[in-house]
């Protein structure tokens, strides 16, 4: 204990009380939010908030978490000046829900500056009020924007994260999320970074009373597609139809349901975002409820998604109320398919994955650098166990409950390159027409040779052909080679991983 009367294992008690305390104005509207931050916001043309912040995407370099790293006096310190600044500054405090599963969800305490009502109004309309208003928090968090060193330290025992010099928004999100995940790996499952999805089909038999139910998930780092595809109603008519249940963090629990954890709103890239192609979601970020980020937006209130005048990691936080494709409930009641977004071009557009090889897919978590990630490397390709940058403890043993998981539970996976096949392009259209197949599963599938994995021979309304890895790549087999060589030696770094998943490399 410091001189103050702090303790560092309990930091949440030495925090003002949202009720009592002088200085904390505890959970105003959101009229008020807004207010409070007035002098930052540009109104849109749509009569909607736009800011712009200092720090524009996530600081995984400044991020320690003391599962994971021996804290030192520095690190301790960084938790003691977050408490302090909240127990001598006018503060907002929100109290607000992860999650709405009986058994995995949480109460989450914000504090923020009250000069920075604009991300407390962010996170007001991703999470739900609370339930139950005398609930004690599971989860908190203290932003400092103006801090002048940023530092993220997380103490996941006492559910605390400190956010010192950032004002991104993201940074606040994940704060809760990152806890959320954890504590589904505690309880057995696993936290996933993924979108999850309900797709309704009519039986073999055209009963229309008698729909099947395909449970999906969607694994992919951010700006990959993971929202898209999760949104996308597969060009289904009614009785049939796709819901999206959340787009980003979930969790899969042991008897197969999968938990959500965003019931408000969602978080959602906008560079590039179009009507033609996304008219659902563009149309969510044009509506007066959303609050943007990071968006070009002129003086008169002209919105240019196109424009990367402040970043290409541009930001909307739009509600799932204006959403057709968004479900009432968030929770997924079963799983039936696992979908792995990569976009490596000696891929083929899908392909079906056995337990350990999906395992494999798991560890390698191959995709391509975002601006949500790292501007400055954006379009590089990277490599992120479990496409989550969130992960506490071993990412060997994470692979390993992830096998475990969806052997026990039968679950189908498939590795999808939403990217292109040598210089072939893997359009939406293709990618929609893949899933609609194997939803329905009506996809044909043989083993080839090239890249030894199994992919599909037919598929309805698709010359599947045309994506063949050998005819698209010069060199292929050599190319293939090189890359599993390559992912072997990747694989090969975590001491924690079963060994049957390390073999299993494609």
């Not at 996933?192 to 139910?213: F, I, N, Q, Y």
């Not at 003086?299 to 196109?306: A, I, K």
């Not at 166990?385 to 992960?391: D, H, L, M, S």
Request: aromatic share 6%.
């Amino acid at each position: 204990m410091s001189e103050s009367g702090f303790t560092v294992q309990e930091p949440v008690t030495a925090l003002p009380g949202p009720v009592e305390a002088e200085t904390v104005v505890y959970n105003p509207s959101l009229d008020q939010l807004r207010g409070f931050s007035r002098e930052m916001e540009t109104t849109t043309e749509f009569g909607s908030p736009a800011y712009v912040s200092d720090q524009q995407s996530r600081n995984a370099d400044r991020t320690r978490n003391r599962r994971d790293h021996e804290f030192d006096a520095d690190d301790l310190t960084h938790v003691k000046d977050a408490v302090e600044f909240a127990a001598d500054t006018e503060m907002i405090c929100l109290d607000r829900q992860v999650g709405r599963h009986p058994d995995h969800a949480y109460v989450c305490r914000y504090y923020v500056p009250k000069a920075y009502g604009r991300i407390a109004l962010s996170v007001a309309k991703l999470f739900e009020p609370v339930d139950d208003p005398d609930a004690e928090p599971d989860f908190v968090t203290v932003q400092v924007p103006e801090w002048n060193e940023t530092a993220i330290r997380v103490l996941p025992e006492a559910g605390f994260t400190a956010v010192l010099g950032s004002d991104y928004t993201g940074e606040a999100k994940k704060s809760f999320l990152r806890l959320f995940m954890l504590r589904a790996k505690e309880a057995g499952g696993l936290g996933l970074h993924a979108g999850s999805k309900r797709v309704c089909l009519e039986s073999g038999d055209g009963d229309e009373d008698d729909l099947e139910t395909v449970g999906q998930l969607f694994l992919g780092l951010s700006g990959t597609g993971k929202s898209t595809l999760t949104a996308h109603g597969l060009g289904l008519s009614d009785p049939e139809g796709a819901t999206m249940l959340q787009d980003d963090v979930c969790a899969l629990l042991p008897d197969g349901s999968v938990a959500g954890s965003e019931g408000q709103g969602l978080y959602i890239k906008t560079i590039g975002l179009e009507r033609e192609e996304q008219p659902e979601l563009y149309d969510a970020a044009t509506n007066e409820s959303a609050v943007l980020e990071n968006v070009d937006v002129a003086e008169d209130g002209t919105v240019d998604f196109d424009s990367d005048h402040h970043t290409t990691n541009g930001r909307a936080v739009i509600q799932r109320s204006e959403l057709d494709s968004a479900g009432g409930e968030i929770d997924l009641g079963g799983l039936d398919q696992i979908f792995f977004i990569t976009r490596n071009p000696l891929m083929p557009p899908v392909a079906k994955l056995d337990p350990d090889e999906a395992a494999a897919a798991f560890m390698l978590g191959e995709s391509v650098q975002t601006s949500a990630g790292d501007p400055s490397k954006a379009g590089d390709s990277i490599r992120v166990v479990g496409t989550n940058p969130f992960i506490m403890g071993s990412e060997g043993e994470e692979g390993n409950r992830f096998r475990d998981l969806i052997d026990d539970l039968d679950v189908d996976c498939f590795v999808l390159n939403t990217g292109s096949v040598g210089g072939r392009d893997v359009g939406v259209d293709d990618t929609v027409t893949l899933l609609r197949g194997i939803s329905r599963r009506t996809v044909s599938w043989r083993d080839d040779d090239t890249t030894g994995l199994t992919v599909p021979s037919e598929v309805r309304g698709m010359d599947v052909s045309a994506f063949d890895v050998a005819a698209n790549l010069d060199d292929a087999d050599d190319r293939v080679a090189d890359l599993r060589a390559e992912r072997r030696e990747y694989l090969a770094q975590f001491a924690d991983l079963a060994d049957e998943i390390e073999s299993a490399v494609y």
